[in-house]
């Protein structure tokens, strides 16, 4: 059974990080591509950031603020956030094993976690 466990979400200043992790089992994770959604209230859930092999995937509203790493070791997957912004709040959703070709399309991951939430003030 495969499970994916996000956290590390929380209450943040704008301008501060926070590092999200998703800690996966029943699936080694360095063998699929992993991504990381979110979803503001009242608005569809949007591709953030995505890994597959050694390359990895940003929406341009993230790039240069926003990292995306693996520990194979540990099974985990991160999400390293600096410079939040208001507009970063949402519920960050973990997904992998990608069945398409688009990483950033939701559609195309067979598993997701739970979520957590990251809350940015002003």
């Known amino acids: 059974q495969v499970q994916l466990v996000e956290s590390g979400g929380g209450l943040v200043q704008a301008g501060g990080s926070l590092r999200l992790t998703c800690a996966a089992s029943?699936?080694?994770?360095?063998?699929?591509?992993m991504g990381w959604f979110r979803q503001a209230p009242g608005k569809e859930r949007e591709f953030g950031a995505g890994?597959?092999?050694?390359?990895?995937y940003y929406v341009d509203s993230v790039k240069g603020r926003f990292t995306i790493s693996r520990d194979n070791g540990k099974n985990t997957v991160y999400l390293q956030m600096s410079s939040l912004r208001p507009e970063d709040t949402a519920v960050y959703y973990c997904?992998?094993?990608?069945?398409?070709?688009?990483?950033?399309?939701?559609?195309?991951?067979?598993?997701w976690g739970q979520g957590t939430q990251v809350t940015v003030s002003s």
């Open positions: 997904a992998a094993v990608l069945r398409g070709s688009d990483p950033s399309d939701p559609s195309n991951y067979a598993y």
């Open positions: 029943g699936l080694t994770a360095s063998s699929y591509a």
């Open positions: 890994i597959r092999s050694d390359t990895t």
